[in-house]
Structures are given as structure tokens and as C-alpha cells.
């Protein structure tokens, strides 16, 4: 038996990044033997064990043939007479395709580590093409590494292409769209990930939602950068400059949906997009896995994201019913969330990256002012019931009444 570190443990390590965690294969051996050394079987559709001591992931070298459509129409072979080079050369890209034995010697038969070093993301063989999945991981890891210019080889983007024509990229589970979504908002680059679909046609079929926007005019006095789908991706960027919230990235990236279905007569505005979007993102989250949070943060986005824009000139009874509508006074750090959302809106904008928004400030403290104004403080006066609740919201519109009168911020 024979064990090899591969994969990005590898990859990471010749790049001089650090080594998150490790995957190891393992040749010449059957699941029988591991499990006689202790290891502990994790995989369903092929071998795959735990290190009894460190708990790092061992897999049996395998080969794996196409048999039906989709991510699982695959059959694998994990015989002990898989050698490392047939377990690397049914692997994604090049650079995932490197080994490390024992001794510190690589194995290279795909020729990885001149990838690595000319910073292109390369299919290791036309088997690419089988698995759809690749698509999302080779869009994951432009989007990782394009701080160090990795680009995508020009005849993987082909084959990526191939895929979506084949049909392919629709037999693409959910779960496995999401995941790799996640992973990619949680990055510092997921605009490079949706580009990255887009340039291969992927985008149009996992997210047709998102790529439609694109091409879709805006009023160049508010949008110098004009395309939906342009300003929807810059206010992903802005977006992670202000919050590693993935909740806060997810709502930036759908926010706009419904600019997709204003009617073209009313093209560049947009009217009412704001409740059309609520419609799209309840059909993009019923589709995919996505985590209530970030849908719950979305929606309120969507729909009220114009209103924090226009803070200065509401009225204080709007504001109170925004503070209410995204429930501000119980849940004051989704709030701050929303606010942030809102701030990568408005920044993301041509030649606006860095403009002041003292919207946020403005709507955080109305919320703190209005929030000051305690429902246990009215019970102790005697209230009770539905009187509880119309001195509340009184109060409360008193209290945004005399915040509004004092403070300085106008639009």
C-alpha cells in the first residue's frame, strides 16, 4: 500500500499558500485492508475513509467512467491495480492533478506545475466534459486565485462551452450549484465566479435570474455604468468590502432581479422592480438550497432598498414602518446587515466606489431612537393589550419625529 498527499494540499503548497486541509490517496490497497487499520468509511459513491488519528481524508485510488448524464452517472473502479497516474489523470485541472510522496517528490504526468507557474486553470483530459460539476469549480477557482492571474486556458472555457450546449450543465444538482455558490460569495473574488459562467453560458442556466440583467439599460444619470448585470456584479465587489456576511453578499447579488422584467417601454427606469424582485428571488431560493438567513436578508433588500436611499426624505411615519416591515427593534444586527446591503447598492456605481453614504448612519439611528422606546416601560404605566401597541407606535413615530428635527443629515 501506497499513500500520496494530492489535490490542493499540493497545489496550495507550491503556490505558497497556506495548506487548509489535506487529501491523501491511497494505492494498491482495498476498503477491507483500511478498515482492518482502523480507518473509518465516509464514502458513498466511492471509498473514501477517515484517518483514525488526525481525521484527514483517504480515498482509494479509482478511474471512473461515464454511464449516464449529470453529476452521478458515473462508475468507479477502486481496484488495487489503480495506479496514482490513472487516479490523477481523471481529475479536473492540471493544477488539482499533482501528487507529493513521501519523500517530497512530486508526481506530475499532466504537467501541473507548468500551469501553476503560467497561471492557467487547464483541463487534465477531454473526459472534463463528463461531469458538469467542473463547470463550477473551475469558475470557483478562477475566482480564488485571480489575485495571482490565473486565467482559464482558452480550450477549457471551450469545453466548458461544449458542456452547456450538450445539455449538461441542466442536469446539474442544486445542492451542488449552491455549494459552490457559497464557497464563491465567501470568497474576496465572486465576481470572477459569475463571469466567469457567464463568458461560458453556464450562468444562463443556473442563474437565468441573474443573467438577464445583462444588457438591460439603466439611467445613465444614476448608473454610469448603465447594464443591470454590470452594476449588479460591482455591487457584489462593494459588497465584500464591507461584510464577510454571506447573507449580506447573497442579498447584493439579487437585489435588482426584477430590473430583468421592467417592460421595455419603460426602459431605462425601472418602476416597481423592487416588488418584481421579491418574486424572482422567492423562485431562485425554491430552486436552490439557499439558507434562510440569506433569504430573509434578500427580500428585505429588495424591497426596500430604494427607501434607504431616499433616508433624508422620508417621513418619519415611513421610516417607522421600514424599522417595522424588516423587525429592527428585535432583530437589530439583521438590520445592520441590511443597511450594508443597501450601502453596497448605492456604491456600486462607476466612478461611485467610494462615495459617502450617511444613509446608513441616518437609518441606524433612527432605529436606536425609535428602539429607545420600551414596551416594558409601557406595561409598567398600566398598559395593556392593544393599548401597548398604539402608544408604542406612537412614541416611537414621536421619537423619529424629533430625530429627524435633529439631526443635520439632508439628502
Not at 77 to 105: C, M
Amino acid at each position: 500500500m501506497e499513500v500520496y498527499l494530492v489535490g490542493g494540499a499540493v497545489r496550495d503548497e507550491q503556490l505558497g499558500l497556506p495548506v487548509k486541509e489535506r487529501d491523501w490517496c491511497v494505492v494498491g490497497a482495498t476498503p477491507e485492508e483500511l478498515t482492518a487499520l482502523g480507518y473509518r468509511p465516509v464514502g458513498k459513491d466511492f471509498p473514501v475513509f477517515l484517518h483514525p488519528d488526525t481525521g484527514e481524508e483517504y480515498a482509494l485510488a479509482r478511474t471512473e467512467r461515464k454511464t449516464g448524464r449529470g453529476y452521478h452517472g458515473f462508475h468507479f473502479n477502486t481496484s488495487p491495480d489503480v495506479t496514482l497516474e490513472d487516479d490523477l489523470l481523471r481529475r479536473d485541472l492540471t493544477i488539482n492533478a499533482i501528487a507529493k510522496a513521501d519523500d517530497g517528490s512530486l508526481i506530475d504526468p499532466c504537467n501541473g506545475l507548468a500551469d501553476l507557474n503560467a497561471r492557467q486553470l487547464r483541463h487534465v483530459s477531454d473526459a472534463f466534459r463528463e461531469d458538469p460539476v467542473r463547470i463550477l469549480r473551475t469558475a470557483k477557482f478562477a475566482a480564488r486565485f485571480a489575485p495571482l492571474s490565473f486565467e482559464i486556458a482558452a480550450e477549457t472555457l471551450d469545453l466548458m462551452r461544449a458542456i452547456v450546449s450538450d445539455g449538461e450543465a441542466a442536469e446539474l444538482a442544486p445542492d451542488r450549484v449552491w455549494k459552490e455558490t457559497e464557497e464563491a460569495l465567501r470568497g474576496a473574488n465572486p465576481r470572477v465566479f459569475f463571469e466567469a459562467l457567464r463568458e461560458c453560458g453556464a450562468l444562463a442556466v443556473v442563474y437565468p435570474e441573474l443573467d438577464a440583467l445583462f444588457g438591460v439599460p439603466q439611467p445613465a444619470k444614476w448608473h454610469p455604468e448603465i447594464d443591470c448585470g454590470v452594476h449588479t456584479l460591482l455591487v457584489v465587489e462593494q459588497a465584500v468590502l464591507l461584510s464577510d456576511d454571506l447573507a449580506v453578499r447573497f442579498a447584493a447579488l439579487v437585489h435588482d432581479l426584477g430590473k430583468a422584467t421592467t417592460p421595455k417601454e419603460f426602459l431605462p427606469g425601472h418602476a416597481g422592480h423592487e416588488k418584481r424582485s421579491l418574486t424572482l428571488i422567492k423562485k431562485l431560493c425554491s430552486r436552490l438550497p439557499v439558507p434562510k438567513a440569506c433569504r430573509e436578508l434578500a427580500l428585505l433588500v429588495a424591497e426596500f432598498h430604494t427607501h434607504c436611499h431616499r433616508a433624508a426624505e422620508l417621513k418619519p411615519a415611513t421610516v417607522l414602518k421600514v424599522l417595522e416591515r424588516c423587525d429592527a427593534f428585535r432583530r437589530p444586527a439583521r438590520f445592520a446587515n441590511f443597511l450594508l446591503a443597501c450601502e453596497a447598492d448605492a456604491r456600486g456605481r462607476t466612478g461611485l466606489e467610494n462615495s459617502p453614504y450617511p444613509q446608513r448612519a441616518y437609518f441606524s439611528g433612527a432605529q436606536s431612537a425609535a428602539a429607545a422606546v420600551s414596551p416594558a416601560d409601557l406595561v409598567k404605566e398600566g398598559l395593556d393589550g392593544a393599548a401597548i401597541g398604539r402608544a408604542l407606535s406612537e412614541r416611537r413615530l414621536a421619537a423619529l419625529t424629533s430625530y429627524k428635527q435633529s439631526t443635520n443629515y439632508s439628502p
